[in-house]
């Protein structure tokens, strides 16, 4: 089992749709969440932080399930700008655990 | 936020020869950088982590001989790829975390793409 599981998409949304993302990670001791946002042939950008109370910027919301191991992404009134790969990314210990990412594509 | 920014952007180089990558952070000072390659439609493959002034550590089936990382200052790391094969050909990514021995939000750099023919 991969330590950080996404869901590789793609997913093809309209705009103004909303869109959610799941990520799950294996290790119980993770201690710190990230959504970075990749756009094709560039470097990974940090999108938000996710914790257990939720994290909430624009219309973006990103919350974590320390019980389920679970986080998820969810993206309201999807933009054409919006497309892009948005990685899940776990820390444990020193160790920074990437997902593979999860393929977003918005259309007109 | 923190501007991390690397040397050259792309690369085009005949097979055999050495490589060197530059990574810097320009408004602070980076304890640890991260070395990633990427290959085309796929994840962030981290390579090795290094501290200024010690020798990086390497993640498991990277070459140390071949993939020489070297961070001598706390804005400066360098990657060399020693003779380079096509194989090697991918989106080489530094990152720069300012958390001494730890880590805090990664900041990454715009990525070197290396060709190798």
């Known amino acids: 089992r991969k330590e950080v599981e996404q869901d590789p998409g793609p997913f093809n949304v309209p705009e103004g749709a909303t869109v959610a993302f799941n990520c799950t990670y294996s290790n119980s001791a993770s201690q710190s969440f990230f959504w970075y946002r990749q756009d094709c042939r560039k470097e990974p950008k940090l999108l938000m932080s996710v914790y257990s109370s939720g994290n909430e910027d624009g219309r973006f919301t990103a919350q974590l399930n320390r019980a389920s191991q679970y986080i998820s992404l969810l993206i309201r009134d999807s933009k054409l700008s919006d497309s892009a790969t948005y990685l899940c990314?776990?820390?444990?210990?020193?160790?920074?655990?990437f997902g593979a990412g999860t393929r977003l594509f918005v259309k007109a | 936020g923190a501007v991390v920014s690397q040397h050259p952007s792309r690369v085009i180089c005949k097979s055999g020869t050495s490589v060197k990558i530059e990574c810097r952070s320009l408004d602070f000072q980076a304890t640890t950088m991260f070395w990633y390659r990427q290959f085309p439609k796929q994840s962030l493959m981290l390579m090795a982590t290094?501290?200024?002034?010690?020798?990086?550590?390497?993640e498991q089936g990277v070459e140390k001989d071949k993939f020489l990382i070297n961070h001598a200052s706390l804005t400066l790391s360098t990657l060399t790829v020693t003779s380079a094969h096509p194989e090697d050909s991918s989106f080489y990514i530094c990152?720069?975390?300012?958390?001494?021995?730890?880590?805090?939000?990664?900041?990454f750099g715009p990525g070197t793409r290396l060709t190798v023919l």
């Open positions: 990314v776990v820390v444990v210990g020193f160790k920074t655990i």
């Open positions: 290094s501290n200024e002034g010690s020798k990086a550590t390497y």
């Open positions: 990152s720069a975390s300012g958390l001494a021995g730890g880590w805090d939000t990664q900041y």
